[in-house]
């Protein structure tokens, strides 16, 4: 009884501090078409609503400049850009949802809509959103969507890809792609990258951040897939040939067992300038654009094996049911996400847009990065999509890689043993989630 009584007060103090929408009258605006950034502007009513916001860098500055430009062009609207730390998010979303006094909008991820989508407003009782869809790259689904419905709007991606010593390459004299049309081959990499290592330009070959999320850009470029309609798929013999050739990748000693062994750091041993590649992502530019002083380093295309793919994440803004402001709501997070204000945001954060028609934004930094990353990301595979739109899957899957790989590369369990026990927990969350019988 007691804890009862402790939950309920909880969630009324966390009500009372994200309470989200206040406004001069009291029902909110008619339901309508509100897929042009003016729709907002079609009332009187004076409306101030709480935009829950967390920060890796310097996105509340420039979201803060998006909210005040927002603002001007309707002064009936006042926003809150509320920041709290990400660990406590999605908790704190809960609570104040369960105390009846939801946020108008927040910030989030796919874990956010996982938890919380049935709180979420459907966009597609405001606006048209098959033709939002067609605005977005198809390996980003899982960012907006929970089942048939769009619930958020994402704001922007991060994408799997190799960073490479540019020096040391130069040094050993061998070229990198330099274009879509002309990336490596597993295999022509494989070759290329002993070159440089014995060329004694660089101590190791290649360093890859971790075994779940990084290296299942490996696995989907070998045809493979954690799962699909059917249920675990990392047995089948394109996962395997995936698996395989990481492995031996490892054995040949070409890749630094001990960031996965032991958690070594990846982006350190990068640094240092005794590694030639690094299999990481868009989230590294900013970091290694202002520590790496002492050589020259760039972003190529990764390898390709039957195809070529990338790895998506990113986040998302979203509206809740009940506020009394979900038409304004829903105006805003479609205006700050539309184009032009979705590539100020993007390219003043350094971030890739999810946008299709962001794809060439000029950033002030390491452009041509960011275009690789971009291209990578419009060549996601629709496995990565399927894998990721089983909400809270990946996190059962990823905690099995982040497990297992460790043990195959000490040799204590093989690579069939280890897709079959990943394949067994995939099973086991797709039946209890109702995917398969």
């Avoid at 409306?47 to 916001?53: A, E, G, H, R, S």
């Avoid at 605005?135 to 994402?154: H, R």
């Avoid at 520590?291 to 998302?316: A, H, L, Q």
């Amino acid at each position: 009884m007691k804890k009862t009584m402790a939950l309920a007060m909880a969630a009324c103090m966390a009500g009372a501090a994200l309470a989200g929408c206040s406004s001069s009258a009291s029902s909110a605006a008619p339901v309508g078409d509100s897929s042009t950034s003016t729709a907002a502007s079609s009332s009187d009513k004076q409306v101030t609503m709480d935009l829950i916001w967390w920060t890796d860098g310097n996105e509340t500055k420039v979201m803060q400049g998006l909210i005040d430009e927002y603002e001007q062009l309707h002064p009936n609207i006042k926003i809150n850009l509320q920041e709290i730390a990400f660990n406590d998010l999605n908790t704190k979303l809960q609570m104040s949802i369960a105390g009846g006094e939801a946020p108008a909008m927040s910030r989030g991820t796919e874990s956010t809509i996982s938890q919380l989508h049935d709180a979420m407003v459907d966009f597609g009782d405001y606006i048209d959103t098959d033709a939002l869809q067609n605005e977005y790259l198809e390996s980003v689904e899982y960012l907006y969507k929970s089942g048939d419905e769009v619930v958020a709007i994402p704001t922007e991606v991060t994408a799997n890809g190799m960073i490479y010593n540019k020096t040391a390459f130069e040094a050993a004299g061998v070229e990198v792609p330099t274009g879509p049309d002309d990336v490596w081959t597993w295999d022509e990499f494989k070759e290329d990258l002993q070159k440089v290592v014995d060329s004694g330009a660089v101590k190791y070959g290649m360093v890859i951040d971790n075994p779940s999320h990084r290296w299942a850009t490996i696995l989907y470029e070998f045809g493979g897939s954690l799962a699909n309609e059917n249920g675990g798929n990392l047995s089948s013999p394109e996962s395997m040939n995936a698996i395989n050739f990481t492995k031996g990748l490892f054995d040949d000693g070409l890749a630094v067992s001990s960031i996965w062994l032991s958690g070594e750091d990846a982006n350190n041993l990068f640094r240092s300038g005794q590694v030639a590649v690094h299999i990481a992502g868009t989230w590294m530019v900013q970091n290694y654009d202002e520590n790496i002083k002492d050589f020259e380093w760039g972003v190529t295309y990764m390898p390709k094996g039957t195809t070529r793919s990338s790895v998506p994440g990113g986040k998302n803004i979203t509206a809740f049911k009940g506020t009394g402001c979900e038409q304004e709501a829903v105006d805003f997070i479609t205006w700050v996400t539309a184009q032009e204000q979705n590539e100020k945001y993007c390219k003043d954060c350094l971030y890739v847009s999810p946008r299709k028609d962001n794809a060439n934004i000029e950033y002030p930094v390491r452009a041509e990065a960011f275009a690789v990353f971009a291209n990578e990301l419009a060549n996601t595979v629709p496995a990565a999509g399927f894998d990721m739109s089983m909400a809270g899957y990946t996190a059962v899957a990823y905690t099995d890689l982040q497990d297992y790989w460790p043990e195959v590369l000490a040799g204590t369990l093989t690579p069939e043993d280890m897709a079959a026990k990943v394949d067994a927990d995939t099973n086991e969350f797709m039946k209890d989630k109702g995917y398969i019988k």
